[in-house]
């Protein structure tokens, strides 16, 4: 449903692109004026004042959003990297239940040193959507680049293609009519994607090459699309070698062309050139958790399982203190086909996470399910998820997520639905009842309970909140669902 994003990595380089309205903000355009209500860490940034003299990273995240705080380290490199250059790189964000100013400022606090760069915080939106809505850009993270000259040069996820083109700015190869023509290729690409029309996606990819050559990244789309959709998996590897020499002195893209090839059923050539290309992301950056990461995989995928616990191992002792970066590991290592000797080690991974960020509860989420659906040890799992509750205090974002995980998760379900209804009226309690999606997973914490009258009334109050949501229709099937019938969908 709307609690969890799924996505191919293929699709991830699109849609993590430049998908922006023209005729509102797009690239070229003179950005807009920034309107903070608190500068958390960090000089003000006035825009206006930056022209002639500086680029701006402008990017916005959420304390909430497990991408954006995977991010943080990145930025904090790039600021580094190219600090002195005349880049600032500013964190932008915007109040909601979940993200408070608060909660920012503790947030950036424990961070450290590790979040070292400008923090913005803005109570009232009109930053966000002067940027975000107005470029057709609806998930976060998501940055914009502002040149010199006070126009939005690029837009993107932070993690896919921004190092390069700062880099290029700072180089004074940047061709912001290149960016703008690129931008116009993402946004036809994807239109493509509901319609399923992956041969006008191919030759838009190559459109996208033709535009900027020695980007790596259409090729990775063309090797998906002739591996995924035209089954041609010798093309495929001819196109993703391609792919690795255009990437040969980019980590980040080199890691995300081994995640593409990585493939379990162990297809010949796609590990091998995964293996090298996760090497080399390591040879230019030893210490990147992702790589790392990645690595493991693609022994897994190998079969080499020995040389992938050792991995396993090392990066653990690696990554000790880095607790976002254990905790995704610990997830990759807790896949139940991994067995027990991961298990072990995802506990460890996880447990070091926790150890790290005492106060991050969502860490005490990870342990939950790695105990629950891997070691298989329910009084333990218990007795994690009842402390995640207590902990989690007044975080009505984690006690929904928790509950709803709890009730629907793929080895959870139907073992802690007394804990999944604590939570979730407890969520309820905090949100004051005004939330749509917490009142859904009450309702149904409260039919699983068996007091079906009750949820119905429940569920009715959610679909009354969610308007006209484009999840309507599964509130309803779920209304239908309490009621026992699959008559007509009723109105009120």
Same mark, same amino acid.
């Given at each position: 449903m709307r609690r969890a994003v799924m996505g191919l990595v293929v699709a991830g380089i699109l849609t993590l692109g430049a998908a922006v309205q023209a $005729?509102?903000?797009g690239i070229g355009d003179d950005a807009p004026k920034l309107d903070v209500t608190k500068w958390v860490k960090g000089k003000p940034v006035d825009l206006s004042e930056a022209k002639g003299k500086g680029i701006t990273v402008v990017e916005f995240w959420a304390t909430w959003c497990g991408p954006c705080v995977a991010s943080v380290p990145h930025l904090t490199h790039l600021q580094e990297k190219y600090g002195d250059k005349g880049v600032t790189v500013l964190g932008m964000t915007k109040f909601d239940d979940g993200n408070t100013l608060d909660m920012v400022k503790k947030f950036v606090k424990k961070q450290g040193d590790k979040l070292d760069y400008t923090i913005a915080f803005e109570e009232e939106s009109k930053t966000y959507d002067a940027f975000m809505k107005a470029a057709g850009q609806n998930g976060i993270p998501t940055a914009f680049i502002v040149d010199k000259s006070g126009r939005v040069a690029w837009i993107g996820h932070p993690q896919s293609g921004l190092e390069d083109a700062l880099g290029e700015m700072v180089a004074g190869k940047f061709?912001?009519? !290149?960016?703008k023509k690129v931008a116009g290729i993402k946004d036809k690409m994807n239109e493509t994607w509901a319609d399923d029309d992956f041969e006008t996606r191919f030759k838009l990819a190559g459109e996208w090459s033709a535009a900027k050559p020695k980007d790596p990244s259409p090729h990775m789309v063309r090797s998906g699309i002739l591996h995924r959709d035209m089954e041609k998996p010798a093309e495929a590897l001819e196109?993703?070698?391609?792919?690795?020499?255009?990437?040969?002195?980019?980590?980040?893209?080199?890691?995300?062309?081994?995640?593409?090839?990585?493939?379990?059923?162990?297809? =010949?050539?796609?590990?091998?050139?995964?293996? =090298?290309?996760i090497s080399r992301a390591l040879e230019l950056e030893?210490?990147?958790? #992702?790589?790392?990461? *990645?690595?493991f995989r693609v022994l897994v995928?190998? *079969? =080499?399982?020995?040389?992938? !616990? =050792?991995?396993?191992?090392?990066?653990?002792? $690696?990554?000790?203190?880095?607790?976002?970066?254990? %905790?995704?590991?610990a997830r990759v290592l807790s896949t139940p086909a991994r067995g027990e000797q991961c298990t072990d080690l995802a506990i460890k991974a996880v447990e070091l996470?926790? %150890?790290a960020e005492p106060d991050e509860a969502y860490h005490l989420m990870s342990k939950f399910k790695i105990l629950a659906t891997c070691k298989k040890d329910i009084k333990a799992a218990r007795g994690v998820g009842t402390y995640l509750i207590e902990k989690a205090g007044d975080d009505? *974002?984690?006690?929904?997520?928790?509950?709803?995980?709890? /009730?629907?998760?793929?080895?959870l379900k139907g073992e802690f639905n007394?804990?999944? /209804?604590?939570?979730?009226?407890?969520? $309820? #309690? !905090?949100?004051? *009842?005004?939330?749509?999606?917490? !009142?859904d997973t009450f309702a149904l914490a409260t039919f699983e309970s068996g007091a079906r009258d009750e949820a119905i009334k429940l569920q009715r109050k959610a679909i009354k909140l969610a308007a006209d949501n484009p999840a309507m229709d599964e509130l309803l099937d779920r209304l239908l669902e309490f009621a026992g019938t699959t008559e007509k969908k009723p109105k009120d």
């Open positions: $005729d509102e903000l061709d912001i009519e !290149v960016a196109a993703a070698k391609v792919a690795f020499e255009l990437a040969h002195d980019k980590p980040q893209k080199l890691s995300r062309l081994a995640s593409q090839l990585t493939s379990e059923d162990n297809e =010949k050539g796609f590990n091998e050139l995964a293996m =090298k290309a030893p210490k990147d958790a #992702e790589a790392t990461i *990645g690595k995928a190998m *079969g =080499k399982e020995s040389d992938a !616990v =050792k991995t396993a191992n090392q990066a653990i002792k $690696d990554l000790d203190g880095d607790a976002p970066a254990l %905790a995704r590991f996470a926790i %150890a009505a *974002g984690l006690l929904n997520a928790f509950a709803w995980d709890a /009730l629907t998760g793929e080895g007394d804990l999944a /209804l604590e939570a979730a009226k407890r969520c $309820d #309690e !905090v949100s004051e *009842g005004e939330n749509w999606m917490y !009142v």
